[in-house]
T-cell receptor, first 112, second 118 residues
Framework: GENVEQHPSTLSVQEGDSAVIKCTYS??????FPWYKQELGKRPQLIID?????GEKKDQRIAVTLNKTAKHFSLHITETQPEDSAVYFC???????????FGKGTRLSVIA | GAVVSQHPSRVICKSGTSVKIECRSL??????MFWYRQFPKQSLMLMAT?????????EQGVEKDKFLINHASLTLSTLTVTSAHPEDSSFYIC??????????????FGPGTRLTVL
């Protein structure tokens, strides 16, 4: 089955700097890669996703890149703000009705 | 986006009792729902896939007789933790996909249920 690795596990950045979180996946059949943000005690919230027919997607300060050949995808947050502090999870899924497989998460701290 | 609700949000019970958690898709129909468990400072671990009108599919290592899943309608799935023990204490989150309304396969999560077994 699918296996998703995520790095780093913790990340501290100064407010205004950029943050990058990287994930790799094992199943070449995976074609959907969402990123979720989870604040303490709350549900994961989808922040951006990308599909295998696209190499990059951007939404304001957030962007995701996908390299299918290398089987890795990354989350980029620019101009970070304190409210970006949370745990971020990457995930991967192949086609059909299969569930998402999550990475172990990255705890991002944005220092004001 | 689509809304998934979960009830109760918190439950504290004595060891040996059973606890039922409900997951509802409020404005869409979900033929499939997923149940995850999350321990403190850890990732979401898939427990089982709940299919409307059929038996759930459990992940390896998850006891189907302990974690009973029922998906009786297109908007409701329930997870019952039977004979709960302290090691079952965790954050349980359900998830569903709205394929019809959104036209995509975005997966939405419920708010979670924090179970504490004394």
């Amino acid at each position: 089955g699918e296996n998703v690795e995520q790095h780093p596990s913790t990340l501290s950045v100064q407010e205004g700097d950029s943050a990058v979180i990287k994930c790799t996946y094992s199943d070449s059949a995976s074609n959907y890669f969402p990123w979720y943000k989870q604040e303490l005690g709350k549900r994961p919230q989808l922040i951006i996703d990308i599909r295998s027919n696209v190499g990059e997607k951007k939404d304001q300060r957030i962007a995701v890149t996908l390299n299918k050949t290398a089987k890795h995808f990354s989350l980029h947050i620019t101009e970070t703000q304190p409210e970006d502090s949370a745990v971020y999870f990457c995930a991967a899924r192949s086609s059909g009705n299969t569930p998402l497989v999550f990475g172990k998460g990255t705890r991002l701290s944005v220092i004001a | 986006g689509a809304v998934v609700s979960q009830h109760p949000s918190r439950v504290i019970c004595k060891s040996g009792t059973s606890v039922k958690i409900e997951c509802r898709s409020l404005d869409f129909q979900a033929t499939t729902m997923f149940w995850y468990r999350q321990f403190p400072k850890q990732s979401l671990m898939l427990m089982a896939t709940s299919n409307e009108g059929s038996k759930a599919t459990y992940e390896q290592g998850v006891e189907k007789d302990k974690f009973l899943i029922n998906h009786a309608s297109l908007t409701l799935s329930t997870l019952t933790v039977t004979s709960a023990h302290p090691e079952d204490s965790s954050f349980y989150i359900c998830s569903a996909r709205d394929l019809q309304t959104s036209g995509t396969d975005t997966q939405y999560f419920g708010p979670g249920t924090r179970l504490t077994v004394l």
